[in-house]
Structures are given as structure tokens and as C-alpha cells.
């Protein structure tokens, strides 16, 4: 039987089999949440489709506990609407209480991206941060670091770096060959240094003690989450809490196979495109799943659930539940046409960007004031 999509934490592509990928992986489905989540049009439409251990972290946010919303970021080019999804759950959750963590995977990327520290620690900066804080992270509630300078604050540092090295004694050759396929000393490393990332907020001198801690992430992460917690339950130096996690659904990349890839920029909408660019990409670049002529299309309509354009709304652009639906039996029947659909979408695209280039004028003077 020929694979028909593969999801590895270095590549995705092909239609997205998520029922197989729960089953492979053990996950399971978003357990029922609270009202607050609902507000948010992410949750609501099932964005987030799939968890570990999430119950630990919704009791945490019922009883007013502590908890930690650990992620990180490979900092390889322009921040795009790929990597929004992270960023509105920053702010989300931080508004729920979360302790933010954010990793910079510096190192790792050293050794993929050909780019030099610096220039990896700019664009961290520069784009990430800056956009994370444009859609409404505080940074002064968030413990921001980069992997090749954990802290200056010596006993963190070292209690970081003696974790990621111990973890080493609690897994095989075989285990990260199984997990990984292929492997590398760079890809063990990586590995060693995320289940750190994942791990550490819960060591003595971060949190003080065990705090439950969850990572969101697409499924294609997922094998990283779960070597490092078999590492952690075979550590007996630390009564870790298991790392909870939650998954979505992949942005589609414009030309709809597989997602957002920043080393493809025609497969993204970055949060610095002009609206002629956007207009352009869209057009241009993006998956429709209308017919082959006007005429056809009128007769049998569209299909949606492929079409790039309506994914977008869906996920990010149209948060009018009833404004989505009539667009969707709009499309299907034919009545509202590939170009009316994208035409929609750009318009929504370039108000949303006009406003946060602007939100992103004032987070350059936060970022600015977080580094002196």
C-alpha cells in the first residue's frame, strides 16, 4: 500500500490522515473544556484536535495553579501565519496564568540552517519575539532564552545543561533510531537539549518544584515529546510531572500540500507582505478546491474542505461563525466562485496585517526595553 502523506518532525506532506496519526502516536482527543476556551475560534472549531495528559493543566487553570506553557522556536526566516498559532496561545494562556517559556533552538538550527549564531539570535529577536509580543504577549511575564546561553545566572545554567547531559544515560541508540528513523549526532543532541527545554522549568532552581507543564504543538513534534518523556520517567534523580501536550491541525501552505514552510515562501503569508503581495500569493500560489470552469463550478460547486482559502478563514480570518457557514454552503453550491473566495480572504488578510504591522511598531519598543 503506497504511503499516501508522511509527518516527521522534519517533514510533512500529502492529505493528513490525523485519525491514523492518533492511533500511531497514542494520543488522544481534546478532552471537553471550559467556556473560557470556546471564545476562542481556534478551540471552537477544533483547531486543537488531540492531547496528552491536558487534564493535568485544565485542573491547574480551574484551581488557580500553577503551570507552566513551555515552547519553542526554530528561528530560520520570516515569521508567517504558520507560526501564529503558537503565538495566539502564548497570549491565551498566559492570560489564564500560564508561566510562559520560550526556547530559541539556536543551536540546533547552527547545525541545519547554515546561518551563524548571531544571525540566528537576530531573527529570534527580530521576528519572532516581536510578533509573539505584537499579538498580545506580555514580555515581562515570559522566561525567554536562547539554547547556546541558557541563563546568566550560573546555577540555572548549569542545572540546565547537567539535565540535558544526564538525560543522555536514560535512552538507547535504538530508542532514537526507532523514534527518528535516520539519525545524526546533531539530531541526538537536539534531542537531548529539547527534552532539557521540555523538562527543566520543574528543576529546583526554575520553578522550585514539579509544576505541570505542557508544550502545544503539531503532531509532527510529537515523537520529540515522547522520548523525552520516557526519559524523564526513567530519571531517578527527579519526580518529574509527565510534560502534558496538545496538537493542531497543520496550517496548509498555500499551495495546500503539506504546511507553511519557511524555507518556501511562496507556500506562506508572512506578517511583513505587502497588500500587493498578499493579492499576488494568493492568487497565485493557493490551492483552490473549485472547479476547472465558471460553468462547472455553478453546476456542482466547490469543495472547501480542501480549499486553502476557506482554511484560512476557518482558522484564523473569519471568527463569525454564521459568516462562515454561509460562505461555505456558498461555495459548495456554487454560487460564490474560487475568485469571490479569495478575494474575501485577501481583503481579510491585509486588515488583519494593517493592524498588526502597527501592534508590531509598538512590540519593537517592549522587545527593545525586555533586552536593556
Do not use: C
Not at 516527521?8 to 500529502?14: A, L, S, Y
Not at 536514560?170 to 537531548?192: C, H, Q, R, W
Not at 520517567?233 to 495546500?256: V, W
Request: aromatic residues 12%; positive net charge.
Amino acid at each position: 500500500m503506497v504511503k499516501k502523506f508522511k509527518v516527521t518532525p522534519w517533514d510533512v506532506f500529502g492529505k493528513i490522515d490525523y485519525i491514523r496519526l492518533m492511533k500511531e502516536f497514542g494520543i488522544k482527543k481534546m478532552p471537553k473544556l471550559p467556556e473560557i476556551f470556546m471564545e476562542n475560534v481556534l478551540f471552537r472549531r477544533g483547531v486543537f484536535f488531540a492531547q496528552r495528559d491536558f487534564e493535568i493543566i485544565l485542573n491547574a487553570i480551574k484551581n488557580k495553579k500553577p503551570f507552566v506553557m513551555m515552547t519553542g522556536m526554530m528561528p530560520s526566516g520570516d515569521f508567517h501565519l504558520g507560526h501564529m498559532l503558537v503565538g495566539q496561545q502564548l497570549a491565551f494562556y498566559q492570560n489564564l496564568g500560564a508561566k510562559i517559556y520560550i526556547a530559541v533552538a539556536d543551536l540546533e538550527a547552527y547545525n541545519t540552517r547554515q546561518k551563524s549564531l548571531e544571525e540566528l539570535k537576530k531573527i529570534a529577536i527580530e521576528q519572532y519575539l516581536t510578533n509573539f509580543v505584537a499579538l498580545g504577549l506580555d514580555p515581562k511575564k515570559v522566561n525567554f532564552y536562547f539554547q547556546s546561553e541558557r541563563s546568566d545566572d550560573a546555577k540555572k545554567a548549569n542545572a540546565y545543561y547537567r539535565l540535558a547531559s544526564n538525560f543522555s544515560r536514560y535512552a538507547t541508540f535504538n530508542e532514537f533510531k526507532a523514534v527518528y528513523g535516520d539519525i545524526s549526532p546533531g539530531k541526538m543532541n537536539a534531542s537531548l537539549l529539547q527534552a532539557a527545554d521540555m523538562y527543566h522549568p520543574q528543576l529546583p532552581e526554575f520553578e522550585g518544584k514539579p509544576v505541570p507543564t505542557f508544550i502545544p504543538v503539531g503532531v509532527d513534534q510529537d515523537p520529540h515529546i515522547r522520548i523525552a518523556r520516557d526519559m524523564a520517567k526513567r530519571n531517578k534523580d527527579h519526580k518529574f510531572i509527565p510534560i502534558a501536550s496538545t496538537y493542531n491541525l497543520f496550517l496548509p501552505g498555500l499551495k495546500g500540500n503539506g504546511k507553511m514552510s519557511s524555507s518556501d515562501p511562496t507556500s506562506y503569508i508572512a506578517m511583513t507582505d505587502s497588500p500587493k503581495e498578499v493579492a499576488r500569493k494568493i492568487n497565485k500560489y493557493t490551492f483552490s478546491g473549485g472547479r476547472d470552469t465558471i460553468e462547472e463550478h455553478r453546476k456542482f460547486g466547490g469543495n472547501p474542505d480542501v480549499d486553502v482559502s476557506f482554511q484560512y478563514l476557518k482558522m484564523f480570518f473569519e471568527p463569525d461563525d454564521g459568516k462562515l457557514a454561509k460562505i461555505e454552503e456558498d461555495y459548495r453550491s456554487g454560487k460564490m466562485l474560487t475568485g469571490e473566495l479569495k478575494k474575501y480572504l485577501i481583503d481579510k488578510i491585509n486588515a488583519f496585517l494593517k493592524t498588526h504591522k502597527e501592534k508590531r511598531k509598538e512590540a519593537e519598543k517592549k522587545v527593545g526595553d525586555f533586552f536593556t
